[in-house]
C-alpha cells in the first residue's frame, strides 16, 4: 500500500507541476493575444492612413493636370492670337 501512495504522490507531484505550466502557458497565449489585438489595430490604423493619403494624392494630381491643361489652352490661345 505505501508503494502505491509513493506513487500516488509522484504522480500528484507531476500534475501539479503540469498545472504550473498550463497556467503559465495560458498567461503567455494571453499576452500575446493582446499583442496581436494592439497590432492589429496599429496594422488598420497605418492602412486607413495610406488610404487617405492615396486620396489626397490623386486629388491633387488631378487638380494639377487641370491647371496643366487650362495652361496648355491659354498658351495655345495666346499663340493664335485668342484672347
Known amino acids: 500500500m505505501d508503494g502505491v501512495r509513493k506513487e500516488q504522490q509522484v504522480l500528484w507531484g507531476k500534475v ?3 498545472d ?14 493582446d499583442e496581436l489585438t494592439a497590432v492589429t489595430q496599429k496594422r ?10 492615396r486620396k489626397q494624392r ?5 487638380l494639377l493636370i487641370r491647371i ?16
Open 16 to 18: 501539479d507541476g503540469l
Open 44 to 53: 488598420d490604423k497605418a492602412y486607413e492612413t495610406i488610404q487617405e493619403l
Open 68 to 83: 496643366i491643361i487650362f495652361l496648355k489652352r491659354s498658351c495655345l490661345c495666346e499663340c493664335v492670337g485668342m484672347r
Open 58 to 62: 490623386d486629388e491633387a494630381v488631378c
Open 20 to 33: 504550473g505550466k498550463v497556467k503559465a502557458l495560458d498567461a503567455e497565449i494571453k499576452t500575446l493575444q
